[in-house]
């Protein structure tokens, strides 16, 4: 059965899913952890993170990201 409410869900991975999970958790002075290649660009991807160009500051999440989360609670 196909759930047309969620599309993005359907394919982002479950991995990509756990990891955009844990960067939009409070880190109390921590980094974010550190992402696999293929879940970075699977999540940038899907618009759901940015990652600066030219800085070495870690990735965000974005609207996009913070809404598609918001949407899974």
Known sequence: ?????TPDEQTLS?????????LAEVRYGRDA???GWSVT??????GFVS???G???SIAI?????AFLKSRK
Do not use: H, K, Q, V
Not at 14 to 22: D, G, Y
């Open 1 to 5: 059965m196909i759930d047309n409410d």
């Open 14 to 22: 479950a991995s990509s899913i756990w990891a955009l999970e844990r």
């Open 33 to 35: 952890p550190a992402l």
């Open 41 to 46: 660009r699977e999540l940038i991807s899907a």
């Open 51 to 53: 990652y600066p160009s």
């Open 55 to 57: 800085a070495r500051s």
């Open 62 to 66: 974005t609207a996009a990201g913070r």
